[in-house]
């Protein structure tokens, strides 16, 4: 069986520290800052406690309203329901939305796109690059090669 691991470098807090630059700092140097530093030293670590030796991307941030448009469409669409609504249910749920995207200081693509709730995010894939599973938070050893054994 073959796994690949890749990482996705996004922000869902810290908006200002996530970054290219520090993320490279944490790749290249395994030099930690923000809220992963603030942890970090709690369980006694200046640095990054083990290298990274698999990809790394940076998120896409959203720049143009084109953008958000359709990053509020693709939310909306994760609804199964949403295309059954009233039309003006749906617009009101596109606002929302849209408007809360709007609040924040920076909106990260795949991040929102796909409802991640932080840092650790799961994603398995099958070869067709559909979401097979997603969670978030620590799972075992065990509880991860079951996940892998039912996707097979």
């Known amino acids: 069986m ?90 009101q749920l596109r606002f929302n939305i849209h408007s809360y995207l709007e609040s924040l200081d920076s909106v990260h693509y795949t991040f929102n796109a796909n409802s991640f709730k932080g840092t650790p995010t799961f994603v398995l894939f099958n070869d067709k690059y559909e979401i097979r599973e997603k969670w978030f938070g620590h799972k075992s050893i065990e509880e991860i090669e079951n996940l892998l054994k039912n996707h097979l």
Not at 33 to 47: C, M, S
Not at 60 to 79: A, G, P, Q, R, Y
């Open 2 to 91: 073959d796994i690949s691991f890749l990482a996705l470098s996004t922000a869902f807090e810290d908006f200002d520290k996530n970054n290219f630059t520090n993320s490279r700092l944490l790749l290249d140097e395994e030099i930690l800052v923000g809220e992963t530093k603030k942890i970090l030293n709690q369980f006694g670590f200046d640095k990054l406690p083990y290298p990274i030796d698999f990809p790394i991307f940076m998120d896409k941030k959203v720049k143009t309203k084109s953008e958000l448009t359709e990053l509020v469409e693709i939310i909306c669409h994760s609804n199964p329901n949403f295309k059954i609504w009233p039309e003006f249910d749906r617009e």
